[in-house]
């Protein structure tokens, strides 16, 4: 189904600012020209983060093809600021996904030039009451009594750790941090351990033939994990454009009459950002194993896989994104193996 610009697919539409309520289109800054987002603006959205990361130098780039992965949900609202010249000067998009519980996710960016104007704070009022609105109607879609009529909804963004301003605002809005993501990388130049797993286990290129097996082992890890959702097939192929299944790997259980996924790493392979970094580096994006084979060096395992793959393909770094639900970090497995801490972000979270 083609996604429907500004309005839940269930509410309908009166028009190409229905998308702005509730509230009035003045509630939006002065200054600027406000439209509804579409996937034609994806050019102009891209440049705009572009000239916002040239500015705060991330340790990353985002590209065109990543951002035309923002329109990928069925229901999601956005607009686009735009000055007397018709260049895009900010963005906020709302987007909303049921998995079991609802989650709507908040994104959004200000232009350097065009910031501490009120226009950053005017738009996470804007996008916090279209989130609201969004799951409303998510609610009032579904069947009276159902679990979906019910359902614990959640609006949810994330921040830089050292982004005090923006901790600030969300708090006057009542959102709270949730769970706490850190980065960690390893230089590759370091040795790199051996991993003795149980005989029955083998560490195994990533297959076409295993990939849909492995998004049933992923949908088992992470059931009940929080703002987690069982991956469709469609799900689970979205995203891919800078998946390296070169550089990814299953773990495979063959003690039983018929083998099993035991858990999976899958790597990314992000060229657009190692200008910035200043070094190439291979990429965790994912990384599961089951409850049963936690305690047999499974992970551990499945990254110096990867380690290996990196450093073969002349990776100077071994990276990944650690997610939490506690400030201190889940990273004992990658310290155990050499990654060392860097940049961190917290998810902020509104219940309604």
Known sequence: MAPV????????????????????????????S????????????????????????????TTAEETAEYFVDPTYSGVAGRDDTGVMRAFALVRLRPAGEIYTSMIGVVDP?????????????????RARHLIGSERAGAAPGSAAATAPAHVVTTVLEDDERMKAHLGELGFEPRRWYREVRRPLVEEIPEVDIDGFLTIEPWSEELDEVVRIAHNQIFDGEYGASQMTREDWKAGRTYFAPSWSFVAVDHSGDRA?????????????????????????????????????????????????????????????????????????????????????????????
């Open 34 to 61: 406000w439209t509804p987002l579409s996937p034609l603006d994806n050019q102009a959205l891209a440049e705009l983060i572009a000239r916002a990361e040239s500015a705060d130098d991330p340790p990353y780039r």
């Open 260 to 352: 099993r996924v035991a858990g999976y790493l899958r790597s990314g392979r992000y060229e657009q950002d190692w200008v910035a970094l200043g070094w190439r580096e291979g990429y965790t994006d994912m990384l599961g194993v089951l409850a049963e084979y936690r305690s047999r060096d499974v992970a551990p395992a499945l990254l110096t896989a990867a380690m290996r793959a990196y450093r073969r393909d002349g990776m100077d770094y071994a990276a990944a994104g650690v997610d939490s639900d506690n400030p201190a970090g889940a990273v004992d497995l990658y310290r155990e193996l050499g990654y060392t801490p860097t940049q961190g972000t917290v998810l902020y979270a509104l219940d309604v």
């Open 5 to 32: 610009y500004g309005s839940s697919r269930r509410a309908g539409s009166t028009g190409p600012w229905s998308m702005l309520r509730p509230g009035p289109r003045s509630a939006l800054p002065h200054g600027l």
């Open 113 to 129: 030039d065009f910031r501490r104007r009120g226009i950053g704070r005017a738009l996470l009022h804007w996008q916090t009451e």
